[in-house]
């Protein structure tokens, strides 16, 4: 793993992504001591739509068969809550 002080770290800012960005990870030190690890980041699984549509569609129903129906005016207030 390649270390680099802060001061360059924050010179080299792009360059350095650049290599995190290759699989690299780069310890960042301050006075000769880590503080920070560049490292690359956790690629998210990306989801089917259909899929993810058909969950909140089952979700959906399952919530009106235990809860009733929203009326428009719960649904209004939800949208109104926590604005100004």
């Known amino acids: 793993m390649k270390s680099v ?3 360059e770290a ?3 800012l792009p360059r350095l992504l650049s290599q995190v960005e ?3 990870s780069i310890t960042i030190t301050k006075r000769g ?18 899929t993810v549509i058909a969950e909140f569609r089952a979700y959906s ?13 719960e649904i209004k207030a939800m949208i109104e809550e926590g604005r100004p």
């Open 22 to 24: 290759k699989g690299e």
């Open 10 to 12: 924050k010179t080299h």
């Open 33 to 50: 001591k880590p503080v920070a690890v560049l490292s690359p980041a956790r690629q998210v699984p990306q989801r089917d739509v259909k």
């Open 61 to 73: 129903k399952e919530h009106v068969r235990k809860h009733g129906s929203l009326s428009f005016q």
């Open 5 to 7: 002080g802060s001061y």
